[in-house]
Structures are given as C-alpha cells and as structure tokens.
C-alpha cells in the first residue's frame, strides 16, 4: 500500500512558518577528511529529519567524485544536473527535482563523467549565492570527501559547517588534517603570500617533529605578522560542527569530545561537537530497497539521534514537534 507522506507529517507536527518575506535560506554543508563515512546518508537523512519538522528543503549533490545522492532516496539519476549550471544552461532552480519525501527536493550532481569533475574555488564562490535563492529553508551541500580547496571553500560559505567522521583511527586522523585544512584555507584571503607561505612551513616542521611545543595557531598568529589573527576568531563564531557516524560502542559515541578537545588543546582551535550516530544495518539494508531509512523506519533511535541532531542546528524555539 502506498504510504502517504505529506498527511503523516502534517499530522505529527506543527510549527509556525515565517512568511516568505522573512526567509532566508539557510546553507548548511556535510564535509569529511575521509570517504564513505556516511556524508551522503547524514545529508539525505537531516533533509527528512527537517522535512518531518515543517521545513522545506534542497539538497545539492556536490560530490565532484560521483554523484549519489538520487541513491539514498531510491531514484535513478536525472539527466538534467549541476553540470547545466555550470555550463550556463540552466538555472539552479530550473534543475531542483522532486523526492518521495515531501518538500525535500535535490539537485543533481556529476555522474556522467568518467574522471572526477574539477571544480574551482572561483565556481563555487558564483554557486553560492545561486544556492541562497533556491525557493526552500535550508539548503544542504554534500561534498565528495577530503580536502579539496573547493570543498573547503563551500564549506567556508555555509551558514552551518558539519564536519562527518567515523570512529576509525584512519578517519579520525584525517578528520584532524580536515581541520588544520580548513583553517589554513580561511586564513588565506587575510594573509600576505609570504606571512601564508611561513605559516605552513611551521606547520610542516611541526607536523615532522621538528617542534617540541604543540602548534597553536593563536599563538602562532599572536606572535607573527602577516595573518589577521581577528579573523581566526571569527571563525569559531560559526564553528565547523562534528558528527561522528556508525558508532558501535559507548567509547565511540563519547569520541566526539575527546575530538573537541584535541583541537583546542592543539591547536587553541574550538569545534562543536554536534553528536553521534549509531551504526544500524537498517540503513544499507534501506538503501537496497530504495526507501530512506528515516522513511521506512520513523521512530527508532536512530532516527532520535538525527532528530536531536537537527533541533541543535535550528533554533529549538521555533518548534512545536509532537512526535
Ligand atoms: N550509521 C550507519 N550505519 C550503518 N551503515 C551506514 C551508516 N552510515 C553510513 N552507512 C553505510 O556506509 C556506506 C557509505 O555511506 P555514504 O555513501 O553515505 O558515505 P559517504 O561519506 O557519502 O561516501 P563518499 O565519500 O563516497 O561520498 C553506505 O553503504 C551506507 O549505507
Ligand atoms: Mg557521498
């Protein structure tokens, strides 16, 4: 029997609706040091958490690497994608497609090519505010996984930075790299070349031992010219926000914390910790009977974890969830 989405969820929930005159969309970004950690399931699972709330939402599927999130909600690829934006044939708007969950819609990403597309810092920067125009609430970017000065630079623009990570050494380490990335990326635009150029250089010395002491860069920018050190502040204003996805244990779960700290002790750099996310085999399994996991299974604890997982990002006055 088909299952009717839009009357379930209006059934559940109330919440009071800014007029579209007040709206302004909010950008958020799913990011990660390391691939297949869960970016395109948190993404497409926060979209139906937020959807459940009242709220409309697109997701852009920016994986430069091979799109999927047309996956996540059992649907074939569009042949329409980001591509005709890019290449000035289509607007972002004319491009949104619809899923079976009510007002969460997506854009398709690059999946017919045959090398990972390469997308510069210069296109992402026409790309955003082209997102913020999109006729919805939020707006949430999947990013393909690691470093890449486009994903960075995304990342940089959101109005929320979610940074995914697994309980694995191999993802945490690179979630740590992520880290040190993205602040060098900030940093870069208010720095001189050469002030840049020295900073990275100790931080390489540091990074092969040559240091005893831990690089922090608020000393470090406290202590050289070149790098406006008010900028580094106003960076933790909207911190990057981790999640820490597929979690086995309660050691893992409380991994997010010892994270936070590190960075701080490290690098005097604060990060929020967001939550975790259990491991649950109902999401792999959902995802081959082409249904959402959130969708088949509504009221488990895992779909709790993204529930309280959203109600942090948006402001928890504003709802009114009867679940
Ligand atoms: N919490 C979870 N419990 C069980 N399986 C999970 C969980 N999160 C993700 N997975 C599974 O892990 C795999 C990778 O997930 P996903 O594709 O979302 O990762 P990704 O970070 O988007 O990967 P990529 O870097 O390739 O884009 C999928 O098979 C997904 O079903
Ligand atoms: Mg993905």
């Known amino acids: 029997m088909e299952r009717d989405f839009e ?143 486009s994903h960075l630079e995304m990342l940089k623009l959101a109005d929320e930075k979610i940074l995914l990570s697994s309980p694995e050494p191999t993802s945490i380490e690179k979630t740590y790299r992520f880290i040190e990335s993205f602040v060098c990326h900030s940093l870069k635009d208010h720095s001189i070349p050469e002030a840049y150029d020295h900073m990275i250089q100790q931080l390489r010395n540091h990074r092969h031992g040559f240091s005893e002491k831990n690089f922090s860069f608020r000393t470090y920018l406290r202590e050289n010219s070149g790098i406006q050190p008010d900028f580094f502040d106003a960076l933790m204003t909207k911190p990057l926000r981790l999640i820490v996805n597929s979690c086995r244990s309660q050691a893992n779960t409380e991994l997010g914390h010892a994270m936070k700290s590190v960075c701080y002790k490290y690098y005097d750099f604060k990060v929020d910790f967001l939550g975790s996310i259990d491991y649950d085999n109902a999401v792999w399994q959902s995802i081959r009977n082409r249904e959402p996991v959130l969708i088949a299974q509504p009221f488990t604890p895992l779909a709790g974890q993204f529930l309280t997982t959203c109600k942090q990002l948006i402001d928890p006055k504003e709802l009114r969830a009867v679940i």
């Open 7 to 149: 009357n379930e969820s209006q059934d559940v929930i109330a919440i009071k609706r800014p007029s579209s005159q007040e709206r302004t969309n909010q950008i958020w970004t799913v990011a990660s040091g390391k691939g297949g950690v869960g970016k395109t399931f948190v993404t497409s699972s926060l979209a139906i958490c937020l959807s459940k709330l009242g709220h409309s939402v697109v997701i852009v599927d920016l994986d430069l690497s091979g799109a999927n999130v047309h996956t996540a909600f059992g649907m074939s690829p569009a042949s329409n994608s980001i591509r005709h934006f890019f290449e000035g044939s289509k607007t972002l708007s004319e491009l949104v497609i619809p899923t079976q969950v009510p007002r969460v819609s997506y854009i398709q990403g690059f999946w017919d090519a045959w090398t990972p597309t390469d997308l510069s810092v210069e296109q992402v920067r026409h790309l955003a505010p082209e997102m913020k125009k999109l006729n919805a609430d939020y707006v949430i970017v999947d990013l393909g996984a690691g470093a890449l000065e």
